[in-house]
């Protein structure tokens, strides 16, 4: 099914410090939200930073969830509202427009809208609160296993801010191994940046020259223009600036 106008769909991912966890959880809950993906990662900033602005650390919780685009509205504003973002390490949350989703999914969200009380959530009455002045994009860089630290000193070197460590498993085919020239080693690094549009290009040519395909780290990455975002004014994404 392809998202229209009135049916608008999108992606919300949150990554919050671990000890938000159950927060999260009951949020998105009571949002009644068909499905949400939870799993773990790890921040960028080393331990001692964690101890100095005295909140948070390395272990995160971050969440994937499928919704319209006037859910993720009253998710963003409940987020707001139940989470300080402004306190260092308590994480981010973005939203990422959809063109299609399974036939299933579109039944299952559609069935949702409609049991939804919208007197009680005032979805969409509130306007959204949004940290971010200018337009973000998801980086997401896909290494061996190991080169967390190398993206990440590349990706700092050319204005980025932070990021977040996934641990994943990699399957390639023959024709990549072929025409690539590279092998696809299983254990993978997943790492996630949010950062400002005039700053991805350089980012992710850094990352490139850096850990690319004809590096040891065999690495790729892609970016996702974000519609909104939470929690990029403050945090242990704003290390650098201390």
Same mark, same amino acid.
């Given at each position: 099914?392809?998202?229209?106008?009135?049916?608008?769909?999108?992606?919300?991912?949150?990554?919050?410090?671990?000890?938000?966890?159950?927060?999260?959880?009951?949020?998105?809950?009571?949002?009644?939200?068909?499905?949400?993906?939870?799993?773990?990662?790890?921040?960028?900033?080393?331990?001692?930073?964690?101890?100095? @602005? &005295?909140?948070?650390?390395?272990? =995160?919780?971050?969440?994937?969830? /499928? +919704?319209?685009? *006037?859910?993720?509205?009253? %998710? #963003?504003?409940?987020?707001?509202?139940?989470?300080?973002?402004?306190?260092?390490?308590?994480?981010?949350?973005?939203?990422?427009?959809?063109?299609?989703?399974?036939?299933?999914?579109?039944?299952?969200?559609?069935?949702?809208?409609?049991?939804?009380?919208?007197?009680?959530?005032?979805?969409?009455?509130?306007?959204?609160?949004?940290?971010?002045?200018?337009?973000?994009?998801?980086?997401?860089?896909?290494?061996?296993?190991?080169?967390?630290?190398?993206?990440?000193?590349?990706?700092?070197?050319?204005?980025?801010?932070?990021?977040?460590?996934?641990?994943?498993?990699? @399957? &390639?085919?023959?024709?990549?191994? =072929?025409?690539?020239?590279?092998? /696809? +080693?299983?254990? *993978?690094?997943?790492?996630? %940046? #949010?950062?400002?549009?005039?700053?991805?290009?350089?980012?992710?040519?850094?990352?490139?020259?850096?850990?690319?395909?004809?590096?040891?780290?065999?690495?790729?990455?892609?970016?996702?223009?974000?519609?909104?975002?939470?929690?990029?004014?403050?945090?242990?994404?704003?290390?650098?600036?201390?």
């Amino acid at each position: 099914m392809r998202s229209s106008s009135v049916t608008r769909l999108e992606a919300l991912i949150t990554i919050m410090d671990y000890s938000l966890r159950d927060v999260l959880i009951k949020l998105l809950n009571k949002s009644s939200i068909p499905m949400f993906l939870l799993f773990h990662g790890y921040g960028s900033a080393k331990s001692v930073i964690y101890d100095i @602005l &005295g909140y948070g650390g390395p272990k =995160k919780v971050i969440s994937v969830s /499928i +919704q319209t685009k *006037k859910m993720s509205d009253y %998710i #963003l504003n409940q987020l707001h509202n139940e989470i300080d973002f402004s306190k260092p390490g308590t994480g981010v949350a973005c939203t990422i427009s959809l063109s299609s989703i399974s036939s299933v999914l579109s039944m299952i969200l559609k069935q949702t809208d409609e049991k939804i009380n919208e007197e009680k959530i005032k979805m969409g009455s509130e306007k959204v609160i949004v940290t971010s002045k200018e337009p973000y994009h998801l980086i997401v860089t896909i290494v061996n296993r190991g080169y967390f630290e190398q993206v990440m000193d590349a990706a700092k070197a050319a204005g980025a801010t932070g990021g977040t460590l996934v641990h994943a498993r990699g @399957l &390639g085919s023959k024709e990549a191994i =072929k025409y690539l020239g590279i092998t /696809i +080693q299983p254990e *993978k690094d997943l790492v996630l %940046i #949010l950062a400002p549009q005039e700053k991805r290009h350089a980012i992710m040519e850094s990352i490139t020259h850096e850990v690319g395909l004809n590096t040891a780290g065999n690495g790729i990455c892609f970016s996702l223009p974000v519609n909104c975002a939470l929690g990029m004014e403050a945090g242990i994404n704003n290390i650098n600036k201390l």
